[in-house]
């Protein structure tokens, strides 16, 4: 079945120094095939999207990206020479690649700007956040000036994984914990969590939201949101259930998840329209991902919804 996938990351010239705060989590074996494969858009990524029957692959800077740089104004330019850089490899195989920008969320107003030149001139079709930015969570009012720009555009924000700015004192002196293996998944998970109840989507009613790794357990907690807060001394100038927060504004990706039980959770909790194949690549195997889902406990109907159907309308492709 045909696909079109969605968390598939690059890496740009000068983006390399933003690695290193990721290299001492991976087995260095692991690690050389991963940066071999990043800044490659020709042979062996396309052989790979043939392979695994993926006609388009959204591509994204690799995280931290641009979350990682600490200087507001080396991070605007970086941010821009990535994408101009995106747009060119993309230009050599337009059938085969869209874009999600990079946008400096240490500077708000320039990052609403970069973005509105991605989307109108590079022709992007989304943009993709790694993580926090210096501390700050995308439901800081600063950051409404952004938002306000997604909304207009009418483009969906990927919020990926990117390095916490703190550790909370459960993962001291327990190293296996740190990075994708379970910290990136709290720390995203709650950050989407920060859009909920901070009131994002009430400020920004079309903003659509994606989230990878089959929602970062989020599909898993939706009754137990609900059950809670009811119950809870805040969260009452809450117009919604979480779960219809949820439901209305988060989608989710396959990425990295290559499991029945956690895909068919998605699909019972946020409805069969809200789940789209990825497949996280270089980090992952693509192939996996793609017979996982062709061989899913799922019907025809459903499978070409999740592989192509949805991020076609969405992503307006
Ligand atoms: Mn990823």
Redesign the pocket.
Known sequence: MRKIAL?E?FSAPGFEKYLDAVVPMFDPAALATIEKLLPEFDDQRIDMMDRCEIDIAILSQT?PGVQGEADSNNAVKTASASNDFLAERISRHSERYRGFACVALQAPTEAAAELERCVNELKFVGVLVNGQTGGEYLDDAKFDVFWERVSALQVPLYL??GIPYDQSRVFTGRPELKGAIWEWTCDTATHALRLVFGGVFDRFPNVKVIL?HMGETLPFSLWRLDSRIAISSFGKAMKKPPSQYIRDHILVTT??VCANGPLLCSVSELGEDSVMFST?YP?ENAEIAARFIEDAPLNTEQKEKICFRTAESLFKL
Do not use: I, V
């Open positions: 968390e990351h995280a990926h994984p990878g990425s990295g996280d980090y």
